[in-house]
């Protein structure tokens, strides 16, 4: 019998790409999202996916959607690491306290296993080492951050009073089709389309700043692995282990895809970090997981996307 996973959050970015995976595996997926969301990401899977209208800090809307879920994929936020630091009381109310009340819920339903999409760009804050191990010190630099890691030490608690087992994807930073373009969070997609737009980019910083940039396919590829993941490991971090700055990305703008633009350099934010770059061998080794996408190709994809869509 075919096994049923509901993803909190489906409707977004990363979201959407998961339920595309799962489904292709096999699994019968539900999607929990806002009643006034908009379904543009999941449109072509409406025929073949249930949606639950819900909202996430309504702990009634969280114990109704629940019934005959064997997985849980947890992926709502109502804060980015920029918007968490105006108002942590909000942070940790929306994000910290309706979590918990998801794992309650989940304990007394007996799901089999919560996979939780971490954030492997804010929870270890300034590197120590790069490339940056799952044992690297934690010492996050936004509430988003600190809340994301709680939510992980929670689940570790969970498990050890009540048997949820759990898997936490520290995920560096995907790109790729449907992502919000308009959010901060999103660099690449933002990026470019300012330059569909004809508008200047407007960089924080000198340029010099290092991210991990991954493919959203294979980053949802990662959510299967750790549903089947039999392993003792808890915490993967996924990633392409490279680093590019924003810099680089330019000129991968300018070399991969021929754009043309303008650039203004502002002053840098403080919670920034100047380089974060994840170590994925343990996802490698353990899940059998890699990123399979060149940079280049996924780049072409989503700058289509995005020259495609409004
Ligand atoms: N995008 C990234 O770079 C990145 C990196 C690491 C981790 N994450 C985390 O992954 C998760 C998903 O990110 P995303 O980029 O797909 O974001 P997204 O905004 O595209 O998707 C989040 C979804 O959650 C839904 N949602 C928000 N509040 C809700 C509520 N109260 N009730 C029901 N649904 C609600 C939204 O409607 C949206 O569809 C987030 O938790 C984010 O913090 C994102």
Redesign the pocket.
């Known amino acids: 019998m075919k096994e049923n996973c509901i993803i ?8 959407s790409h998961i339920a595309e995976d799962l489904l292709e595996k096999g699994l019968n997926v539900t999607i ?3 009643q006034n ?1 908009s379904k543009k ?1 999941i449109q072509h899977l409406t025929d073949k996916i249930d949606f639950i209208e ?4 309504n702990e009634v809307d969280i114990q109704k959607s629940l019934k005959g879920a064997d997985y849980v994929v947890h ?4 804060t ?1 690491p920029a918007s968490s630091n105006l108002n942590p009381v909000y942070d940790a109310e ?1 994000n910290l306290i ?1 979590s918990l009340n998801l794992f309650d819920e989940c304990v007394k339903n007996k799901i089999k296993k919560v996979i939780f ?5 804010t929870v270890y804050g300034n590197p120590v080492k790069l490339p940056i191990k799952e044992t690297h010190p934690t010492e996050p630099m936004s509430s ?1 951050g600190i809340i ?1 890691l709680t939510i992980e030490k929670y689940l570790g608690l969970y498990k050890n009073l009540n048997g949820l087992d759990y898997r936490v994807l520290r ?4 790109f790729g089709e449907r ?2 373009p308009l ?1 901060s ?2 660099l690449i997609a933002h990026l470019l389309y300012k330059i569909k737009h004809d508008e200047p980019l407007e960089i924080w910083g000198n340029g010099k700043i290092i991210r991990d940039y991954f493919y959203i396919k294979d980053g949802a590829r990662s959510v299967y692995k750790a549903i089947t993941d039999r392993s003792h490991n808890t915490i993967y971090n996924i990633s392409s282990g490279k680093g590019l700055s924003i810099n680089q990305i330019l000129d991968k703008f300018k070399r991969v895809l021929k754009l043309d633009f303008e650039v203004k350099y502002t002053a840098t934010r403080r919670f920034d970090v100047k380089s974060n770059i994840l170590d994925n061998s343990l996802a490698r080794k353990v899940l059998k997981w890699s990123p399979e996408y060149e940079f280049n190709d996924a780049l072409k994809n989503t700058w289509r996307y995005i020259l495609d869509s409004e």
């Open positions: 909190y959050g489906g409707a977004g970015f990363i979201g929990f999202d806002k969301t990401n819900g909202d996430f800090i992926l709502v936020s109502s980015l929306s309706s999409i971490s954030s492997g760009g988003y994301k995920f560096s930073n995907p992502q919000n959010l969070q999103g």
